[in-house]
């Protein structure tokens, strides 16, 4: 069964630091997601991680993969206020018929 | 429309009834995906639908869930017998194809409240 751990679960952090979301994810993946979520919101998509070692960064938030330790990272650099929000990580397995298994993700607020 | 299309946005029922759930993907996507997110259980997935087939059910909780597409476009998810249990936001996604590089885009979700 393909699980998805992500810590911590809760971040609070100031502004203009800089912290790591990790996932874990336990077998091999097809493809890996970060999405983030507003408050009442939907799931907005933020990068998609296709192979071992792909980096792809936007704006303050920069998201790695390492397909041989299973772990996926997303850096926060400089928070601000506006990243206030909950992350999820998702991997992709097309044998569980391309469905996402989601981490439970991190709730990240950002003190002004 | 722009992006995927949940309807209602709230359901408020009485344990017992049965209600649907609509969702319209992105035109053109021939993925869609039924997920529930609640608060014990974070995000399920629920059903995956490729054209008007479903693949993959396999996250359907019990027979009082079941889904259709149709015209491979709108979807419908119904729950009979409705427990107090099944409230959650039912959140559905579209991707042009199934799998891949191809990012699911979701709708903003049904919330759905049994009394």
């Known amino acids: 069964e393909l699980k998805v751990e992500q810590n911590p679960l809760f971040l609070s952090m100031q502004e203009g630091k800089n912290y790591t979301i990790y996932c874990n994810y336990s077998?091999?993946?097809?493809?890996l997601y970060w999405y983030r979520q507003d408050p009442g919101k939907s799931l907005e998509s933020l990068f998609v991680?296709?192979?071992?070692?792909a980096v792809k960064q936007e704006g303050r938030l920069m998201a790695s993969l390492d397909t041989k330790a299973r772990l996926s990272t997303l850096h926060i650099t400089a928070a601000v206020h506006d990243l206030s929000a909950t992350y999820f990580c998702?991997?992709?397995?097309?044998?569980?018929?391309?469905?996402?298994?989601f981490g439970a993700g991190t709730i990240l607020r950002v003190k002004s | 429309g722009a992006g995927v299309s949940q309807s209602p946005s709230n359901k408020v029922t009485e344990k017992g009834k049965d209600v649907e759930l609509r969702c319209d993907p992105i035109?053109?996507?021939?993925?869609l995906y039924w997920y529930r997110q609640s608060l014990g259980q974070g995000l399920e997935f629920l059903i995956y639908?490729?054209?008007?087939?479903?693949?993959?059910k396999s996250g359907l909780p019990s027979d009082r869930f079941s889904a259709e597409r149709t015209g491979g476009s709108v979807s419908t998810l119904t729950i009979q017998r409705t427990q107090q249990e099944d409230s959650a936001v039912y959140l559905c996604?579209?991707?042009?194809?199934?799998?891949?590089?191809?990012?699911?885009?979701f709708g903003a979700g049904t919330r759905l409240s049994v009394l």
């Open positions: 996604a579209s991707s042009l194809r199934p799998g891949g590089k191809n990012i699911q885009y």
């Open positions: 077998t091999t993946s097809d493809r």
């Open positions: 991680l296709l192979s071992n070692g």
């Open positions: 998702a991997v992709l397995r097309r044998e569980y018929g391309n469905k996402l298994v």
């Open positions: 035109s053109g996507h021939t993925a």
């Open positions: 639908f490729q054209g008007n087939s479903a693949p993959d």
